[in-house]
């Protein structure tokens, strides 16, 4: 089955600090696409940043990277210098060649001033 | 940037009436999703669809449910006799394939 596990339901951080937020995922598919998404208290669903399975190299969007380690099938999502602006939901996500994507339960993260 | 446009943002309905959600996803994209998020908690899928026909439902996808996309550019989702525990944010998504999930805006349903 596949499976994505989020396993903070929630997290804090100082503003300007690093903060990481796990994510687990299990299929059997040789080929998928790991994302993350942020849901702010307005609710739209904003992309983050995206990680294809046979990448070499961990994905990097601004102040976000993908801590993607294979073997342990784990793609965290790494904020750097936080920001009160990135309090939010934020989901992990996984697409298989089927084109279906699978939503963890999300964590909530909260910027401390 | 194109972007998946739903309508209306909101809505709010009477328990047993149907309701008809509309999305516009975007123009070169060939795969099309309906989900929803109870308040705060997590995102549910409901179908997805592929060259004009189901490609994939969930349990909560129902005969309650249905889907069309009636004209090649919009993409409904009509919800029969709606119930309260049908009250959520309802997404639309959209994809080329291979690539990202864009999302609506959701529309808010409220079924009183």
């Known amino acids: 089955a596949q499976k994505i596990t989020q396993t903070q339901p929630g997290m804090f951080v100082q503003e300007k600090e690093a903060v990481t937020l796990d994510c687990t995922y299990d299929?059997?598919?040789?080929?998928?696409?790991l994302f993350w998404y942020k849901q702010p208290s307005s609710g739209e669903m904003i992309f983050l940043i995206y990680?294809?399975?046979?990448?070499?190299q961990n994905a990097t969007e601004g102040r976000y990277s993908l801590n993607f380690q294979k073997a342990r099938k784990s793609a965290n999502l790494v904020i750097s210098a936080s920001q009160l602006g990135d309090s939010a939901m934020y989901f992990c996500a996984m697409v298989l060649t089927s084109n279906q994507f699978y939503f963890g339960t999300g964590t909530s993260l909260t910027v401390i001033p | 940037e194109p972007e998946v446009t739903q309508t209306p943002s909101h809505q709010v309905t009477q328990m047993g009436q149907e309701v008809i959600l509309r999305c516009v996803p975007i123009s070169n994209h060939l795969y099309f999703y309906w989900y929803r998020q109870i308040l705060g908690q997590k995102v549910e899928f409901l179908v997805s669809f592929y060259n004009n026909e189901i490609s994939e439902k969930s349990e909560i996808f129902d005969d309650q449910f249905s889907v069309e996309r009636p004209d090649g550019s919009n993409f409904t989702l009509k919800i029969r006799s709606t119930k309260l525990e049908d009250s959520a944010m309802y997404f639309c998504?959209?994809?080329?394939?291979?690539?990202?999930?864009?999302f609506g805006n959701g529309t808010r349903l409220t079924v009183t």
């Open positions: 998504a959209s994809t080329q394939g291979g690539s990202p999930l864009h």
């Open positions: 990680q294809g399975s046979y990448d070499q």
């Open positions: 299929t059997s598919d040789p080929s998928y696409g």
